[in-house]
């Protein structure tokens, strides 16, 4: 079943699968770097109102699926 969402005068669903990778592909995103990156992710959700429905962190990219609000463009 869908989840739509709503504002003022419309009903919504946007969904984005953004994946992020280091230059080069190269294999950083590990230890306390992955910890950190995640963390940062979460508190600019947070900010922007965006909602994190999943994350996957690997070694060289990470996978996001978000719900972004249509006031913001993407």
Do not use: F, N, T
């Not at 969904?15 to 995103?29: F, G, M, S």
């Not at 950190?36 to 994190?52: A, F, N, P, W, Y």
């Amino acid at each position: 079943m869908r989840e739509w969402q709503s504002l003022a005068h419309v009903k919504w669903e946007c969904k984005y699968h953004v994946v992020i990778v280091p230059k080069y592909r190269k294999k950083v995103l590990y230890g306390r770097l992955r910890g950190e990156v995640g963390k940062i992710i979460r508190q600019l959700c947070r900010q922007k109102e965006v909602e994190l429905i999943e994350g996957h962190a690997m070694p060289d990219h990470i996978h996001l699926v978000l719900s972004i609000p249509p006031k913001y463009s993407v």
